[in-house]
């Protein structure tokens, strides 16, 4: 019979959660998307609790890529598990950033309406929820969000902020504040426009957050479901004078969603 | 019967566009269809073209152009036939519909001429005024020449409203997507209710997703350009972004207002909440994610973006402006309407349906009700009894043809 689900989402345990009403008997299984007839990879433990299934996925061993959620009944035929859920649940993002882990995985609905599990690697990052551009004669750009995928911090120390020139050697640093998994900084504008090189059109700056253990995370917006924040999002820009000629300095998100600033003399093209 | 749709450029993305795809996906279930675009600025279509529906570019322009060989040079070989060409469209084509629309080339406009010649439709659908005008000189005795209306009279220029006055009366019979439309037309027109027929863009069949309603999404979708006032949109948000910061208004759509537009996010200080989301090819998908649609159109001739986010069970806010939002919504059914151009209003209704989960999940699940009354199978069936009664009437016997539908 085919399954439906109306509801899917997957929670910071890995636990796939199908509201699917009443699905009769049979199992989940896990298939490489693309591989009509590849080997089955059977989820285990699946509980069914009144019109849902929820399925642990934590320690499946799933590549890089898209998976097909098969329903396999009593005779042995897989068929596809068809989902009306686009699997986007921005509020479920907040608790799944805060665990630790190497591999993220999103149920995605494609568009004949299959679900999909998508399984990716990930590196812990500093997950960007929000960036103030500098109020009126101001040269800092506040921001502010929460350590994703990393352990809880060390309580002892401050992180830093760590402003990297891209393809040069220029580093800034500034401190940042940490409160639980919380961090805010202020990202000073002053050092782009001073250590602004025109004869490249383009100056980026590329930020990570420094934890009092040493480590580094860049400073990305990976939680919600856009795929491609550069055009999508954009914040004003500055003007600053301090280096002589004037620079535009703005923070802009990267093709790969990481945050940065982009410097351009006055009057560029960007 | 061999139905043949004229759309200025079936190859970009647009309403028009993509509502003739689904009427003529369709249409192609019993009868031959083919859909044939003055131009082509590109090899593939936009959007994938219906299955058993034919495609006919008339004239290759711009990238396409290259390929195609006919740059240029062959242009300029046609010099005086071109010219003339130019002249006879021009006498027909009012200069403000070529101005605001840039298909009727020369070379289209004979391409469509020699079409319609030669051509086996028992029926030929026109789809903006320059083509419905086209047909109304052109279309031989034997072919049925159907105008569509797919904005709305107000909407064209005294000049193209004069030509419209003049020419569709030789239509065979028109179609309009509101009936204030319908009402704008019989008075310019004087024209009958068998001629001159309401019919709303038809949604089709699809395994739509559905809004789980607990995104802190508010969609929005339409082309970037100023028909749309999305500032009006950004002013009316604000409320929302101030009191809900968690919120974010996705506006989908591309044009040359981004730039623009772009500035006016910057410039609110909604850099954070207000994403510009840029074409989409799943508009269905995306407004699923959202949970709730707002429109702050001056004009809407249809308001298709309402009845696709009806489809995925999402509730839509939006000025009671002319004429599509007031024929769709049903107002604390499906979705809010305010006061036409009130922004203020526009931003308390939505705050209002931020606000109450319980009222956006009731209209939602409204709002999937109301998506019916689009669902292809009606649309195509009203679509089949008027063909079918204007060639009747007009004394045209349709030939039998193949099917062009899988």
Redesign the interface.
Known sequence: MDVQADLTRIDAADVLELRVGDAGGGALALRRHGQSDGGLLPVERVVRAGGSLKAPLEGLPLDDGEWDVLWVDGDGRAVPVDTTDTGVHLSDRAAYLRRPRRRELRAVRDAEGRLLLRATTVEPYAEVDWVEPPSPGGDTVAVRGVLAYTPDPEREGAPTLVARQRGLDGVVEAPADLDGRAFSCAVPLEPAALLFRPERPHNEWDLWLRLPGGAELRLAAHADDIADKKRKIVFPPTVLTGGGAPVRVRPYFTAKNELSLLAVADGGTK | MKIAFVIANAYGLGGTVRTVYNLAEGLARRHEVEIVSLVRHKDEPFFSVPDGVRMRPLHAIGAAAGKAGDRGGAEERGGLAQAWWDRRARSVVPEAERERNKSFTPRAVHGLRRYLAGTGADVVVGTRPGVNLLLSAWAPDRVLAIGQEHINLGEHTPQVRQAIARRYPRLGGMTVLTSADRTAYRDLLGADDGWLEVMPNPLPPR??????L????IAAAGRLSPIKQYPKLLDAFSRVAREH?EWRLRIYGGGDGEKKL?KQ???RGL??QV????RTK?IT?EL??ASLLAVSSRVEGFGMTIIEAFSVGVPAVSFDCPYGPREIIDHEGDGLLVPDQDTEALGEALLRLVEDREARERMGGRALVSAERYALDGIVERWEAFLERRLAESGRRPRPHAVSGP
């Not at chain 2, 395994?207 to 789980?212: E, V």
């Not at chain 2, 607990?214 to 999404?217: K, R």
Request: hydrophobic fraction near 30%; charge should be positive.
């Open positions: 395994r739509l997703p559905r809004s789980t607990d995104n802190p999404i910061p772009r996010i910057a410039d850099s954070n994403h510009l989301m840029g799943d998908g699923a994610k």
